[in-house]
């Protein structure tokens, strides 16, 4: 339904950005990795209460997104990869660490952050472009139907604006959401699970939309996964967390196939070799 | 739709089966209507019951005109229907407000919650005298009384609705950095439009209700004034008629709130 291609052709004609998906742990202090580096964590800690005890979730988490990176996150579930991305948006305050984004205190820096969740939630009493625009709205961002309503076109959606969304089956509506989140220019994306809810084959073919959307965006984004394949498939880097409390256990570097789309990342012989070294480092529970 | 474009024998003769079915129901239910008030004329005429104690469609009928004739009805329900009205509408503003600020603030919820169910609990005809006292005997005392029946539940409902908003919802307004004003405008109160609209329907039958009451203990006007009325100088007529006549009005008015709930539903749907 999208012209991947085009958007593939054109990512090849910018040429190599192979500087800018080097994770400045490996490039050094050097001033070019310093600029690149879009969000940074530092030192970020989550202690949660409840009645019944208090919880360590994230222990002293420590990386950096580049800018124009797609940056995978993959887990053993419930080790606190959602939080991650609640802590970049500001949704929850870190108990001790900070987030930097462009340098700035990440609170400060809210509005550049765009939320994908794992559902749609779209409003069914709203038309799709209302849907789209709501973000817009409750962010008094004034002027933003035409470009939404141009990512509506742009991603085969434009002839179903009027429509609600229940008329539209689950990977149109999850594009929807993209869209939504895209319509008020973040800069950074953030993505929670956002095809858990979809069926296998809607999803191979919604990865390679989204993946195809947030590069020819250029977007930089986060995006939180426990499907491995997934991850190796979309990602230029994935930061692997252990069990809570969540620790950086590796930070996996893809570029060897960063130019290749999701679907073809799957035949590529590199990708089982990813997918083993991921799966041993989420088996053994100690380093 | 679909089906009547390649309609085979066999569906048509379905179709047919539906379509004479629910005009022998329709049929029966006015059928009903009709044998019932037959039978009591009838017996009435003949005697078997007594038409002064319960009254019969005939003189129903007669004093219906002459109650239209005078005016005097008009006057009555009249009354009834703005106590019933003015009660019905302060309910649901009022409701709807109070659950606004029971979400609003926490606190608020959690230290007002039992003392409504224990107001919801109680049967609200025992506050009458107080009302009386406090409101005085007139229509005020009455407004207020369909009020008490109606204003709580709705309040509990309308509440119970703004809690159950999708939590998956409610942290994508989070995301949007959507203040808690916008997440109720933009998503709690169109989310709750069908959960508002049942609320309604159930408060026009409590209005109905509460402004009955009401006029039983304190009135010199409205139907239920003529129902007690009529029922002390033992006239059955004038308490049949105007039954009769609340019963019609108040149909109407559960009609009017249906209707605005098909149209809310066809906006709102389910979430």
Redesign the interface.
């Known amino acids: 339904m999208t012209d991947f291609n085009f958007v593939r052709e054109n990512e090849k004609k910018n040429g190599d950005r192979n500087d800018s998906l080097r994770s400045p742990h490996f490039a050094g202090k050097g001033e070019k990795a310093e600029n690149n580096v879009h969000v940074r964590l530092e030192n970020v800690s989550l202690t949660y209460h409840d009645k019944t005890a208090e919880t360590l979730a994230l222990n002293s988490l420590d990386f950096d997104v580049c800018r124009g990176e797609l940056l995978g996150i993959v887990g053993p579930s419930g080790c606190g990869k959602t939080t991650v991305l609640s802590i970049i948006?500001s949704?929850i305050k870190p108990s001790e660490g900070s987030v930097l984004i462009d340098g700035i205190n990440a609170e400060e820096r809210?509005?550049v952050?765009?939320?994908m969740?794992?559902?749609d939630?779209l409003?069914?009493?709203l038309t799709i472009s209302q849907n789209v625009l709501?973000?817009a709205?409750?962010?008094h961002m004034k002027g933003r139907k035409d470009y939404a309503y141009a990512l509506l076109d742009k991603y085969g959606l434009g002839d179903f604006k009027n429509r609600?969304p229940?008329q539209l089956s689950g990977g149109m509506r999850q594009r929807v959401a993209l869209i939504r989140t895209l319509a008020?220019s973040p800069e950074i994306l953030?993505l929670d699970e956002p095809f858990g809810a979809l069926d296998f084959q809607t999803r191979l073919r919604v990865v390679e939309d989204v993946h195809a959307i947030i590069k020819s965006e250029k977007k930089t984004a986060v995006f939180v996964t426990h499907d491995i394949s997934e991850a190796i498939s979309m990602c230029d880097r994935i930061v692997i967390l252990s069990a809570r409390p969540a620790t950086v256990k590796k930070i996996l570097d893809l570029s060897a196939i960063k130019e290749l789309a999701p679907l073809e990342r799957r035949e590529s012989p590199l990708f089982q070799k990813y997918f083993e070294d991921i799966w041993k480092n989420l088996q053994n529970k100690k380093d | 739709m679909k089906n009547t474009l390649n309609c085979s024998p066999e569906h048509k003769k379905y179709l047919g089966k539906l379509k004479r079915k629910h005009i022998a129901v329709s049929a029966m239910r006015w059928g009903l209507l009709v044998l019932i008030i037959a039978v009591w004329e009838l017996l009435a005429r003949i005697g078997a019951i007594d038409s002064f104690i319960t009254s019969c469609p005939s003189r129903i009928w007669e004093t219906f005109i002459s109650l239209c004739e005078d005016g005097s009805l008009f006057t009555h329900a009249g009354v009834t229907l703005y106590e019933t009205v003015v009660s019905f509408l302060l309910a649901t503003v009022f409701g709807t407000l109070i659950a606004i600020g029971l979400w609003w603030c926490d606190t608020l919820r959690n230290v007002l919650e039992p003392h409504l169910v224990v107001l919801n609990a109680l049967p609200k005809i025992a506050l009458g005298p107080i009302i009386i006292i406090w409101v005085g005997a007139g229509t005020g005392a009455i407004i207020v009384m369909a009020l008490m029946i109606s204003l709580i539940i709705t309040v509990l409902s309308t509440l119970n609705g703004f809690m159950e908003v999708d939590k998956g919802k409610l942290t994508l307004m989070d995301t949007m950095n959507a203040t808690k004003f916008q997440k109720l405008v933009y998503l709690v109160l169109p989310a709750n439009v069908p959960t508002i609209i049942s609320a309604l329907k159930i408060n026009v039958g409590l209005c109905w209700v509460g402004t009955i009451m009401g006029e039983y203990l304190v009135s010199r006007a409205g139907l239920g004034y003529l129902i007690i009325y009529g029922g002390q100088v033992f006239r059955l007529d004038l308490v049949m008629t105007s039954t009769v006549v609340l019963c019609v009005l108040a149909a109407l008015m559960y009609a009017c709130v249906a209707l605005l709930e098909k149209l809310a539903y066809k906006k709102f749907g389910k979430a």
Do not use: A, D, M
């Open positions: 948006s949704i809210r509005n952050c765009g939320y969740l794992q559902r939630e409003f069914p009493w709501l973000g709205k409750v962010k609600y229940q008020t953030l």
